[in-house]
């Protein structure tokens, strides 16, 4: 399985798997995306019971920078990515920054259960 990996030039974030490179835009523009600097996930009592879940509150707090710029992805995470160019979008960001942002947060739900 093939895996790309975030590369940071010049404020911008790229998903990199060999001679393979997509752009996914700029960081600051994706941690606006995503809502800021932090995102909360929240786990259930059954989650809270993992012995590396150590939260007082059943909560994680996840630092958005640091995660999209360290995060691997799988193939089929940037195939999908791929399909959304670098045009303007909502919000004047492009559309693929967009969507990275909305699927960056999927994950991070997949990790945990949030009510709001």
Not at 22 to 33: F, S, W
Not at 101 to 108: K, R
Request: aromatic share 8%; hydrophobic share 35%; net charge negative.
């Amino acid at each position: 399985m093939t895996r790309y990996e975030p590369e940071c030039v010049d404020g911008r974030l790229f998903l990199v798997a060999g001679d393979d490179r997509v752009e996914a835009g700029a960081i600051d523009d994706i941690v606006d995306a995503v809502g800021g600097d932090s995102y909360s996930i929240e786990y259930d009592e059954k989650q809270r019971m993992n012995p590396w879940l150590d939260t007082d509150d059943g909560t994680l707090d996840i630092d958005v920078r640091e995660t999209v710029t360290t995060l691997p992805h799988t193939e089929e995470f940037v195939s999908e990515l791929r399909e959304y160019g670098m045009g303007t979008a909502r919000f004047g960001l492009p559309r693929r920054t967009v969507e990275f942002a909305n699927m960056f947060v999927d994950l991070l739900e997949q990790q945990g259960k949030r009510d709001s």
